[in-house]
């Protein structure tokens, strides 16, 4: 591993032999590092946090995954884009990454499914990427260090010097405080409706939530009423939901102070919750808990989580920076507004570094998750927590009709 080095003493990465570089494109991180390589997708320029991924497959999932709104990501697995790209694989109306950096791009689409190559997908999306870089030096850098404010450059945007490039990735805002919610968000409610017997009714905002989320909820017989993140709870209460459900999505906890307030009507409302991702660390912030930034994140589909209570490992997709403080022992009575939420447990723990992974309140029926059970891509194992949801939907929606009557 070496040290942070200076734009003038970085050695320039090797590409790989079979391809002849025509084009440069620099990644310059924060610190002063500058990796050379060759332009990748669209030509310009790109700013973000630089984070890493782990996933050796699902390259399209993650690049259309909202959670990744503003943030250049790295994938560590060192070939990309071997399969192409095609519709289907979409989780979300566009691609979200702000700059995408490979080591080796595949130079064609191996797949009966491609209907056009990962290049041609980041240009069409007006993603500017790089390859040929040594992913793997990048990836140390970033645990040792931390996430870190950077930029990719190439075409026109290499007319600067590199010392003004630099500049350029340093004067950009942190994560901290940000706040993506508005961008990612969908503009007008939207009803999908299950092929066969609606059992129950589930209002899902919408934070950045990927296409698998719903589907999940529709192959259990949920109508599933899709909701901007500005809804109000007089609006999401008019729909008579069974359950409501927070989605996935970029920045931090902290500044999404609507969707908290939200959330807190529909615990004071009695209704069930069930929270992923980004919906995990607003319940958290909701019951009167702190949140804070992780040194480089979980980004990845192959992370274990244990549940507390049954001891059941599960293999996990992840996608976040933040997480939940909270002492992972006991019962805690959750802080706001004098303990009105009654007590809350840590349900799952992360076992690579011990960070809260689930949150249950055993006064309320709500209950969340730091990952993601829909697992697009990702492994299957988390995906009865929608069958959890079902069934306190279905609870719900007999309990209201026996009140009626």
């Not at 990048?138 to 260090?145: G, I, K, P, S």
């Not at 109000?232 to 920045?251: I, W």
């Not at 992923?276 to 912030?285: A, T, V």
Request: glycine share 10%; charged share 20%.
């Amino acid at each position: 591993m070496t040290s942070p080095a200076s734009p003038e003493s970085l050695a320039p990465t090797r590409a790989p032999s079979h391809r002849l570089r025509t084009e440069k494109a620099l990644l310059i991180l924060e610190d002063g590092t500058i990796l050379r390589g060759s332009p990748y997708g669209a030509r310009g320029s790109r700013l973000g946090e630089v984070v890493f991924t782990t996933g050796m497959t699902g390259y399209q999932e993650t690049l259309s995954d909202p959670s990744y709104a503003g943030q250049i990501v790295v994938q560590t697995a060192p070939h990309i884009g071997n399969t192409g790209a095609n519709a289907q694989d979409m989780e979300s109306r566009k691609v979200w990454v702000r700059g995408y950096a490979v080591r080796d791009a595949s130079r064609i689409a191996s797949s009966y499914r491609a209907e056009q190559t990962l290049d041609e997908l980041l240009i069409s999306s007006d993603i500017v990427g790089i390859s040929d870089i040594d992913t793997r030096m990048l990836t140390r850098r970033l645990r040792e260090h931390g996430s870190l404010r950077g930029g990719i450059f190439s075409g026109d945007a290499l007319a600067s010097s590199e010392q003004e490039l630099l500049s350029q990735v340093r004067d950009q805002p942190a994560m901290t405080g940000a706040s993506f919610i508005e961008e990612v968000t969908i503009a007008q409610p939207v009803t999908l409706e299950p092929e066969g017997e609606v059992v129950a009714t589930v209002a899902a905002l919408d934070l950045g939530i990927k296409s698998a989320a719903p589907r999940s909820m529709l192959l259990r017989g949920l109508r599933v009423h899709l909701l901007p993140a500005s809804t109000s709870l007089e609006d999401l209460v008019a729909l008579a939901p069974d359950a409501v459900f927070f989605s996935n999505g970029p920045g931090d906890p902290a500044a999404a102070t609507a969707p908290i307030e939200l959330l807190r009507g529909v615990l004071d409302a009695g209704l069930p919750f069930f929270g992923i991702c980004f919906g995990n660390q607003l319940l958290g912030r909701a019951l009167g808990f702190d949140t804070y930034k992780l040194k480089f994140g979980h980004r990845g589909i192959n992370q274990p989580v244990q549940d507390r209570e049954t001891g059941e490992v599960a293999i996990t997709a992840h996608n976040h920076g933040f997480a939940v403080d909270l002492p992972i022992e006991g019962e805690h009575i959750a802080p706001h507004d004098g303990g009105r939420y009654g007590r809350v447990v840590v349900s799952h723990v992360g076992l690579n570094d011990q960070v809260v992974e689930g949150l249950r309140c055993l006064d309320r029926p709500a209950f969340s998750v730091q990952y993601h059970p829909e697992a697009a891509g990702g492994p299957h194992d988390a995906s009865p927590l929608f069958d959890r949801l079902a069934e306190l939907a279905v609870a719900h929606r007999a309990g209201s009709a026996s009140k009626e009557s």
